[in-house]
């Protein structure tokens, strides 16, 4: 069974740093590519950004230059760190990764860790 946990979320002034943690388990983690998603109250969910399995990343336009994505393979995790936060960064984090078993897609998400910045 895929499970994904997230932990990190908080409140933090416009400027401050944090960073958000994912375990995951019931996968073979090292082959996955990793997503972090956020929803702000009233908007849709969107990416903010994702790493393969062979550590390249790619992030949202919004947060380039200020988050960073990584792993730690041997603790099956997945990191975001968050840098001049803003208070347009407010929204509830989610991790996600999509498996595919016999030809069909499978998204699991983790329950999401809340990050509010303060102006």
């Known amino acids: 069974q895929v499970q994904l946990v997230e932990s990190g979320g908080g409140l933090v002034q416009t400027g401050g740093s944090l ?3 994912c375990a995951a388990s019931g996968i073979i983690f090292s082959t996955m590519t990793m997503d972090w998603y956020r929803q702000a109250p ?23 230059g200020r988050f960073a994505i990584n792993t730690d393979n041997a603790k ?3 990191f975001l760190q968050m840098s001049n936060l803003e208070p347009e960064d407010t929204a509830v984090y989610y ?10 897609p499978y998204d699991y998400w ?10």
Request: aromatic residues 4%; charged residues 20%; positive net charge.
């Open 76 to 78: 099956d995790t997945v």
């Open 42 to 64: 009233g908007k849709q969910r969107e990416l903010v950004g994702r790493i393969t399995s062979g550590g390249s990343t790619n992030y949202a336009d919004c947060v380039k």
């Open 110 to 119: 983790g329950q999401g860790t809340l990050v509010t910045v303060s102006s």
């Open 95 to 104: 991790c996600h990764l999509q498996r595919w078993n016999l030809g069909r």
């Open 19 to 21: 960073r958000l943690s």
